[in-house]
């Protein structure tokens, strides 16, 4: 949450600031503002809004000078409005800061300042943190020194980057539990909060640890070293995806360039991977771990959001596959409640940005009680894909909607191979593991077929986009699917959505069917086929609309739904994925119906870095 980034080089810093924000924007959208060292003073434009209504009225990009800071908000400590945005400044305005985290004990160091005689301007626990830097620099006399001393007392998570007038050619920034990405390019650095700001300057990165610094110099020269300032030698490491990967290529939202990227997305994620006529998947990530999964007694998945909707598949897969017990925890809960854990369980964190924090806290906490902590990560070199012990990445390549589509989809090709791995290590027979992995390789034809009903689906979404409620329903595999269709509908759209297993209804939701409910069942052709048949009868003899997910040429749906959405029939472990494509179409076009602003939902952010 919140997007940073820091300029120092040969160029105007206050162009390059803006244009890394808006590719951050995604990380936070309730305040921009930049800072830039002209000559002896800090220049500073900040407002409450997007980086386009800082553009409009304070035109930074304006602003002379080849060093600088700049901050997209997501707000934790204090309103959204212009006062609290960031870059703060110190009390004589000589250092200005920015800042992504929570520095928790920021009430406590504020009193010792405001019993020193320091005043505050904002509500924020960033502008006690500069306003202490402030002080240890009158005291210490040094930048590095005073931002290494104030970081000693600080609790909490921050990724921080901070200029002065004072060392005008100097850049120091600094991470714990927040990302910061340091690009090094031709005697100029960039540091972001990741590698989308950088990568039109250099692919040159650095990805900065826990309770590190770096400290660059206008010379070119840079050092990076724990905040203990003991030197680290961490690798320059090449960006690894392309430019147009993170623009929208025409398409008028993110989700719905991610949305229409999944054949390919899906692709990659099994692509050297999936050896159908041998029935297995070659997942070099967990060499080091295949012996413990061949014994493992139970497995534990944790995660957040989608992710965990796509742990929930898991579960099913792993149980029908490898028949190893399995739990789905949330990483928000996992982490409280003392789990019980000891050196035989294997723990998988799953996480689109390898950043969430709460899930970042179940796998330290898992790793702290002996687990074999694996990761089923999509950002490359992301704090969760470096602290797991294993692991095997999404490849679904940056995904800027904030609303997760083609993560998840790639989360369940992960997962499905991951099943198939272990199931066959632990007796699934070749047989079965063949039919497993030619229907993984047919999904990408099957998934177009879907996108090629868009219209269809848009048509539905028009005439519902005024409901006020929706209930999704489905069973066995389908049952996270209902989840994650009501998650999307409910976080692009700002429409109350319930999710439950279909047999649930009749144990409270029926009540709450009426002819003003919509309620989207995903009924294929499975075992439960029949069972989720009578629950649709049921919703209509109560009068309510149903929009079912089914497979194609199936009559006996179309004659009592309301509206359907045919998919093509797959293996019924697969079908999850397939039947998600038309609940994230029909979440897209109803939130755009309502004129919401879809990529960038209100009050979420994409990477949710604080607990
Ligand atoms: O980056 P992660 O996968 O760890 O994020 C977890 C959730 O914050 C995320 O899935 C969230 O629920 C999305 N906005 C859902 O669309």
Redesign the pocket.
């Known amino acids: 949450m919140c997007g940073i980034v820091g300029y120092l080089g040969p160029q105007q810093a206050a162009p390059i600031i803006v244009n890394g924000l808006k590719r951050l924007e995604y990380r936070g959208y309730d305040s921009a503002g930049v800072c830039i060292v002209a000559e002896d003073t800090l220049r500073i434009g900040k407002q409450a809004g997007k980086v386009a209504n800082l553009e409009r009225d304070v035109n930074p990009a304006a602003i002379p000078g080849t060093l600088g800071i700049g901050h997209t908000r997501w707000a934790t400590h204090g309103l959204p409005n212009d006062v609290n945005a960031h870059p703060h400044t110190n009390a004589d305005g000589t250092i200005a800061m920015v800042h992504n985290g929570i520095i928790e004990n920021y009430l406590t160091i504020k009193k010792k300042l405001l019993n020193a005689g320091y005043t505050f301007r904002s509500e924020t626990d960033t502008e006690v943190l500069v306003v202490f830097i402030g002080m240890l620099y009158q005291q210490l006399g040094d930048l590095e020194l005073a931002v290494r001393t104030a970081l000693h007392e600080v609790e909490g998570t921050f990724g921080i980057v901070v200029v002065s007038t004072h060392e005008p050619d100097t850049m120091i920034a600094a991470r714990r539990g927040s990302p910061l990405v340091l690009g090094i390019g031709q005697q100029e650095f960039i540091i972001a909060s990741d590698a989308s700001a950088i990568i039109s300057h250099t692919r040159q990165v650095i990805y900065l640890h826990d309770n590190e610094m770096a400290v660059v110099h206008r010379n070119g020269s840079f050092t990076t070293k724990t905040i203990g300032n003991e030197k680290t030698h961490n690798a320059i490491q090449e960006i690894e995806f392309e430019l147009d990967a993170i623009e929208k290529g025409g398409f008028e939202h993110f989700m719905l360039k991610e949305i229409y990227e999944q054949p390919n997305t899906f692709r990659d994620g099994f692509r050297g991977r999936l050896q159908p006529s041998e029935g297995n998947v070659r997942l070099g990530g967990l060499s080091s771990v295949a012996d413990k999964l061949r014994t493992a007694k139970r497995i534990i998945i944790t ?7 796509a742990g929930l598949v898991g579960e099913y897969l792993l149980e029908q596959f490898a028949r190893i017990p399995v739990e789905v925890e949330y ?1 928000s809960e996992f982490r409280y409640r003392n789990p019980i854990i000891d050196a035989d369980d294997i723990v998988i ?8 924090a ?2 970042l806290a179940a796998i330290r906490e898992a790793k702290m009680k002996g687990a074999t902590v694996i990761g089923m ?3 490359v070199g992301s704090t ?1 894909a470096r602290e797991t012990d294993a692991g095997v990445y999404l490849h679904a390549g940056p995904e800027i ?5 083609k ?2 989809t790639s ?1 369940l090709c992960v997962l499905t191979q991951f099943a198939l791995y272990v199931g066959r290590m632990r007796g699934l027979p070749a047989a079965e593991g063949r039919q497993i992995a030619e229907a993984l390789e047919a999904i990408p034809d099957r998934m177009h077929r879907i996108l090629e009903q868009a219209d269809g689906i848009r048509e539905i979404a028009l005439a519902y986009a005024n409901a006020t409620n929706f209930l999704y329903l489905g069973r066995g595999y389908n049952f996270p699917v209902a989840l ?1 269709g009501a ?2 509908l409910k ?2 759209s700002y429409i109350h959505a319930e999710g439950y297993p279909a047999a649930e209804m009749k144990h409270g939701p029926i009540a709450l069917i009426d002819a003003n409910m919509p309620v989207v069942f995903i009924a294929t052709r499975d075992e439960i086929y029949d069972k989720v048949l009578s629950n649709i009868e049921e919703v209509r003899a109560r009068n309510g609309r149903v929009i079912a997910i089914a497979n194609e040429g199936d009559e006996h749906i179309a004659a009592v739904a309301n509206h359907v959405i045919a998919i093509p029939e797959t293996h019924p472990a697969l079908t999850p994925i397939l039947a998600s494509i038309p609940l994230q179409l029909l979440a897209y076009y109803i939130a755009v119906e309502r004129g919401c602003n879809v990529d960038m ?1 209100r009050n ?1 952010a ?3 870095t604080v607990e």
């Open positions: 995660a957040c959001g989608t992710s965990w909707h990483a964190a799953i996480s689109q940005s390898g950043e969430t709460d899930t990560v999509n950002v969760i909607g904030v609303a997760s589509t993560a998840f989360q994650e998650l999307k976080e692009i939902p979420l994409k990477s949710v």
